[in-house]
């Protein structure tokens, strides 16, 4: 079966090279699909490692589940997520098993209080005795959807980056528990006290690399696929401690996430740059974002997953 599939995409890849121009995309289409459905039967072994790696953005980051329902949908293969801040969350809830239409519900339901303990009350607080705030709900919260899973345990691998806060130094987890990673991977550093962890003091992985491709490549991918949900930076409110905060973190990344995007072999933006970091009330529009950009991206990465299985399978 194996060879027999391997003969036909020989024949619709030479099809579609002569051919050129002349060859409608409909056409091109359907054979595509057809391929792709013939190949998704092949063992993994025989197709190409796809590593999805979902960047940090705040709200915005409730794109990521449109984009999960998108390639759910197209039945396109993920095996592994690499995540930071709100693609941390996500992906430690989507790697545990947890649907995407409960995905959608809880980011529709969200609010900040859910994830920490930021009220008017509370942040005068810190301001007068100069305490942090703190993201232990947050944790409690990823536990109470995924219950207290360890890495190994998830149905898909899954691995987050944080930041030690006392060092700079890029914390990678593929290990431990998982809420306690996500939570430090997430947590703005400024007005969220560090997560202690492992005798380190983290916070936030966007300070490091808010679109970990330099981490997926650790993890010998064939294919990397890669949502990006940061915003013009320029048109980004800086009125309040929240939006100034995350302002701070995508300035300091700018220039890691440019050469991150350039590693990656399929770029998902859904446009989401006029939605704050911290509106977390907007995530039925982001969600549908990333809906519509991955839709818009689908047979870009079937077109890569058929040639990419091709070459593996005629080395």
Known sequence: MKKNLINLAIIILTIVSFCGSAFCFEQEKFLQDHLFNQFTELPQSSRPKIVLVLGGGGARGFAHVGVLKALKEANIPIDMVVGTSMGALVGALYCSGVEIEELEDISESIKWGDVSNVSATSLLKMLLSEKLLSTEKMEKFIASKIGDKYFFQLETPFVCVATDIQTGEKI??????????????????????????????????????????????????????????????????????????????????????????????????????????IELNRATECIEAGFLAGKNNVQQIKKLIIRKTYEKNTK
């Open 172 to 277: 990678i987890f593929k290990e431990g528990s998982v809420a306690p990673a996500a939570r430090a991977s997430a947590t703005i550093p400024g007005l969220f006290a560090p997560v202690a962890c492992r005798q380190r003091y983290l916070v936030d992985g966007g300070l490091v690399e808010n679109i970990p491709v330099s981490v997926a490549k650790l993890f010998d991918p064939d294919i990397i696929i890669t949502v990006a949900v940061s915003a013009d930076i320029t048109k980004n409110s800086h009125n309040n401690i929240f939006s100034t905060l995350f302002q701070s973190i995508y300035i300091q990344g700018q220039q890691s996430d440019r050469r991150n995007l350039q590693m990656s072999d399929i770029i998902i933006s859904p446009k989401v740059n006029d939605i704050s970091a």
